[in-house]
């Protein structure tokens, strides 16, 4: 049974904003509709870039109520949960590659008080997501290689969306699925079944709400399911 057709939530990334301006930033891509706010944390190992801390977490939670997407691009990741839950994240999300047990970590996540996330390298295989499913309250598709910037959207990750969808039907479990990488008016159309779309230089190199709106707008369809 096809679900009903509605509008994609939108996270503009952080990564993309001048950060001498941060809080003006935040506060404009919010009033031009953004649903969340997306913060990439790299620590140049597990990804080459080095970003940002839970300190640039605390100092966004009192600039908005929407909800602060942090994605952790570390290794060892359990070692900063509890730093990024009191700074004020929503959601964290963390790299399956990078867990010593995907399990632990997610349910420690849900002890912080927080809802967990779990993304995968493009490289790495679907079924790495499998023993955790049940228990994510997100899946971060990655289309393109995290920490690299300036890459062409990788059209083959789109399928993991579908996969995703498909398992978590048959554990009849409710997740989000979250898309990151080339996102732009020409590839939304590839995304009709994810949920979420993070997107950094489309909307913050452009006209905000034009952009945000573009993309909340896209035809999102979900494939019906038998």
């Not at 049974?1 to 891509?29: T, Y």
């Not at 977490?57 to 691009?73: E, F, G, Q, Y």
């Amino acid at each position: 049974m096809s679900q009903a057709n509605s509008e994609f939530l939108v996270a503009p990334s952080i990564l993309s904003a001048d950060f001498a301006r941060l809080k003006e930033e935040v506060l404009a891509v919010v009033e031009a509709g953004a649903d969340w706010i997306h913060v990439d944390v790299m620590d140049g190992h597990f990804v080459p870039n080095l970003t940002i801390g839970a300190p640039v977490v605390k100092a966004l939670r009192p600039i908005t109520s929407v909800p602060l997407d942090v994605h952790l691009m570390i290794e060892n990741p359990d070692r900063f949960l509890e730093a990024f839950a009191k700074a004020g994240s929503d959601y964290i999300t963390v790299h399956v590659e990078a867990c010593p047990d995907p399990l632990a970590t997610v349910r420690e996540i849900h002890r912080l008080g927080k809802k967990a996330g779990m993304s995968l390298r493009p490289r790495t295989s679907i079924e790495s997501l499998w023993p955790v499913l049940g228990e994510l309250d997100l899946v971060l598709i990655m289309t393109v290689e995290p920490g690299f910037g300036g890459q062409s959207f990788m059209l083959d990750q789109v399928d993991k969306i579908r996969q995703v969808r498909k398992k978590a039907k048959e554990l009849r479990h409710e997740l989000l699925i979250e898309v990151d990488g080339g996102v732009n008016a020409e590839t939304v159309g590839h995304l009709g079944e994810a949920d979420v779309l993070v997107a950094g230089s489309y909307v913050f190199k452009s006209d905000y709400r034009e952009a945000i709106q573009t993309l909340k707008r896209a035809p999102k369809l979900r494939e019906s399911n038998d």
